[in-house]
C-alpha cells in the first residue's frame, strides 16, 4: 500500500473493530469482520481480506475458536502495517508428504526440479 492516508485510515479501522472482536456480542463481531473485510479490500490489501472472509465464514460456521483466530489476524495485521509491511502474506502451506513431488520417471536429468 502506497497511500499513507489509506494505511491510516486501514490501521484506525483495523484497532477500532479490534475492540469489537474482543468484547461485543457475536453479532458485533461478525459485522466488524464483515467491514473489515471490504476495508482491507478497498486498501489494496487482498491477502487480508481474504484471511479476514474465511474467518468471517468460520465465525457464521459457529467454530468456537473463530472470534480468537479473527483478535489474532487483525492484530498481527495492525502490527505488520505500522510496521511498514503488508497486512498479511499469502503462504502457500508445504504440501503432506504423500503428495510431495516425486522425480519424474524417463525424463533426462536436466528436466528434473
Do not use: F, N, Q, Y
Amino acid at each position: 500500500m502506497s497511500d499513507p492516508e489509506t494505511l491510516r485510515l486501514l490501521i484506525e479501522e483495523l484497532e477500532r473493530h479490534l475492540v469489537v472482536l474482543k468484547t461485543g456480542e457475536p453479532e458485533s463481531a461478525a459485522r466488524s469482520l464483515h467491514a473489515l473485510k471490504g476495508a482491507a479490500g478497498l486498501a489494496g490489501e487482498a491477502d487480508l481480506s481474504s484471511h479476514i472472509a474465511l474467518v468471517e465464514k468460520k465465525l457464521k460456521d459457529g467454530d468456537p475458536d473463530a472470534r480468537a483466530d479473527a483478535v489474532e489476524i487483525v492484530r498481527h495485521a495492525a502490527a505488520r502495517l505500522r510496521a511498514g509491511d503488508p497486512a498479511a502474506k499469502a503462504s502457500w502451506p508445504d504440501p503432506p508428504p504423500h503428495l510431495a513431488a516425486a522425480e519424474p520417471a524417463g525424463l533426462p536429468p536436466h528436466l528434473h526440479a
